[in-house]
């Protein structure tokens, strides 16, 4: 039997007594956690606290030389303008495009479930198969994209070899690939909302949107603020689209955090380096949730 | 104004828009089916030729020489593995989390939703080396099962614990009082009575694994390559062989978007993070 914490009397209490009957249910799960999360990130630490070139943790010279190799980096204050931009870019597209295709999916209309579940493929598409795609349509000589801009009449563009536009390129597949799940969240919290305000408004002759902007985006806002964490968390870790499409390039325009760590570790084999920027990006996303989950609460205290 | 010929003009105006919202968010979609099955020449042309006939060439190829096959039994391995492991512990888990609280724990898996993955792949992959787990296939196999458990187990944890938070206490307590314990309420009660729950988290973290790439990219061998990676690799390999790319990324695409046509009243839910109740 496992000994449990014994004092006094409150040992037998039932909830004293569940959590003993409860180890061998919590024992598959713990040990998974403390092997693949808690000691990876215990791990990671001590090795972004070793020298630069370290293969392995230096316990006997720890330093904290390896953060400041990478803060100096210029490619990793890139990384970081990078992937601010690709965040904000793609999150209030996303958000604002997200409302209105929600608002038009809570529409009922004969049919309308059909299509929006075939609406919610490209966000469970894997990414590797959205990059595949989106090369070909961005190919500069063969693509459809540049064939039909040229049938209205614009120029060929270089989407993703021109450093100053591949950006750009990756937010628009972003938007086209995250903006239908922020529809469908953004559609169930609408048919979840209370239709007295919308009717009352409607009696008193408002247009649908006044009704829209005046009652239905504040009773929203704290759906759109789940959805804007749970998109802040996968858009500041922005890899695999990215990485699959141009590797970080051209001359790292288009290197993210995520991908500067990943090829600081696995291409060039600087394993300090790259755990030292991924704790930068894990504190960058925490905080970033953090500021959010904030907010959440505090819409929450005023509802 | 008619009332009739307003709602007659709004449903008009609905279907238009979801007309354009079709052919934005599916147009890809429905090039790179069309694209499977023609050829590279008559696909990556300006414009490309619609008027040319179908043929299955791209995907025989695909499995006769490419031998796909291998890396399809390896995708449904490592996700299937991860999904099925990551639904019993995390089933374990969630219910002692809903009963017990244990703050610790479910930080734990919030963690691991929030951090990068690179993070826990760079001591994972020094480790992997120590064991020889990079070369040996079936190692190779169980360390990649194991490191999606990092996305399936949280997933599961997360997504089961309303299922069993809103089962009423009073019934499991009744349970208690009968001598039951917390295991057996659990396996005899509390299970049963999550099965949609089950099939939510099983289907999502499903999807989630088998879309995931990073990991199989940084620690599978030849042997081991989900489709995932074969794919990307496909991409550096000289010449574009355009039509048997669109095949590859239909297979890929297929399973994921047969479950989420199936589940999709489940999966918002499960996909909305506690947004919408």
Redesign the interface.
Known sequence: MAAATTRGPAANTPERRRLRESWALLLPAVIISLALVVFPILYATGLALSPPDATDIAFDQLTVETFRTVFTDPVFWSSVWVTMLIYVGSLIPQLILGTLIGYVLSRHVPGGRILQTLTLVPSLTASVVVGLVWLLLYDPSLGILNYLLEVVGIPRQDWLGDPDKVVWSLILIEIWQWTPLVALIVNAGIRNLPSEPFEAARVDGARWWQTGWHIGLPLLRPVLTVVALLRTVDLVRYFDTGYIMTQGGPLNASTTMNIYAYRNAFAELRLAPGSAAQLALFALVLLLAGLFTWLRRRSELES | MNSSRSRTL??LG??V??VV??V???G??A??FW?SLHRSGQ??????DFTAAATFDNYVKLFQNMDFGRYLVNSIVISGGATL?GL???A??A??IA??G?RL?SL??L????????????????VAIKFGALESVPLNYILLI??H??IT?PLC?WLLLPFFEGIPTSIQEAA?IDGC???RT?WVIALPMVKPGLAVAGVISF?FS??Y??FAL?LANVNTLPM??I??NF?GIGQYD?GG??A??VI??AP??L???FA?RF???G???????
């Open positions: 709004g449903m609905t279907y828009a979801y919202i079709l934005v968010f599916l890809p979609v090039f790179m694209g696909i990556a042309s300006s414009p490309p492991i019993a512990a995390g374990c888990a219910y002692c009963r017990l244990l724990l734990v898996t963690v691991a939703r929030m951090a990068p993955g690179v993070l826990f792949l760079i001591p994972l992959r020094v194991l490191v458990l990092i187990l944890v208690e314990n917390l295991r659990f999807i088998w879309n790439f990073l940084a995932t990676v794919a990307f991409i355009w790319l669109m590859a990324a890929i695409a994921t978007t479950l989420t046509l999709q999966l918002v839910r996909l909305a993070g506690g947004a919408v109740k």
